[in-house]
């Protein structure tokens, strides 16, 4: 596809589960970012990935959150044993590398943690 | 990280001008201003961004001032498609991240 693409669009899960959310970056993004948006909040950075560099994992909340990007294409973001306050839109974007260019955003996944 | 300020909230007519300002008096010299926008229930959607000059393309118009200290987008003939929440962001120096602010949510009023 043309954009970044993320799935499942919506997740219900109970609590203490594990969750997989998975982004499809545009072909030939180099670059890649994980953010999660709370009802009504602004975006908040969670992870990112740049060619073979190590990952920036600063704004990961817990270790309950990892993300693994294989191949420098897809990306894989986990919540291990979920809490109702994971429940969020998690949003991934790509870009075509770190320097001053734009970055694409999926339409994100609806987290729900019952 | 430079920190900008947004209003919260603005409305503009339909067909008129909308002009959003943002603070960002902290900025460093090597540091770019970027807009983006989130359509409700949207992913964010890159608008402009810029270093010094004053920039245009196709969705809208970026004005910064001389000091750099702030700036404003400005879409030319709002329309009700362009209701949505804006933000300024000014990109971490040396990084790469975009820190997102709380934005400005734009009414475009009929």
């Known amino acids: 596809g043309a954009g970044v693409s993320q799935s499942p669009s919506n997740k219900v899960t109970e609590k203490g589960k594990d969750v997989e959310l998975r982004c499809d970056p545009i072909s030939g993004h180099t670059a890649l970012y994980w953010y999660r948006q709370s009802l009504g909040q602004g975006l908040e950075f969670l992870i990112y990935?740049?060619?073979?560099?190590?990952?920036?994992k600063s704004g990961l909340p817990s270790d309950r959150f990892s993300a693994e990007r294989t191949g420098g294409s897809v990306s894989t973001l986990t919540i291990q044993r979920t809490q109702q306050e994971d429940s969020a839109v998690y949003l991934c974007?790509?870009?075509?590398?770190?320097?001053?260019?734009?970055?694409?955003f999926g339409q994100g996944t609806r987290l729900t943690v019952v | 990280d430079a920190k900008t300020t947004q209003p919260t909230s603005m409305d503009c007519a339909e067909g008129r001008a909308a002009n959003l300002p943002c603070n960002h008096s902290t900025i460093s010299g090597n540091e770019y201003v970027y807009w983006y926008r989130q359509i409700h229930s949207q992913g964010p959607q890159y608008i402009i961004h810029g270093l010094k000059n004053n920039e245009t393309n196709e969705m809208a118009s970026l004005i910064i001032t001389e000091d750099r200290k702030s700036s404003t987008l400005i879409l030319p003939h709002a329309t009700l498609r362009d209701t949505a929440v804006y933000y300024c962001?000014?990109?971490?120096?040396?990084?790469?991240?975009?820190?997102f602010g709380t934005g400005t949510r734009l009414k475009v009023l009929a």
């Open positions: 990935f740049q060619g073979n560099s190590a990952p920036d």
């Open positions: 962001i000014v990109r971490a120096s040396g990084t790469y991240k975009y820190i």
């Open positions: 974007a790509s870009s075509l590398d770190r320097q001053n260019t734009e970055a694409f």
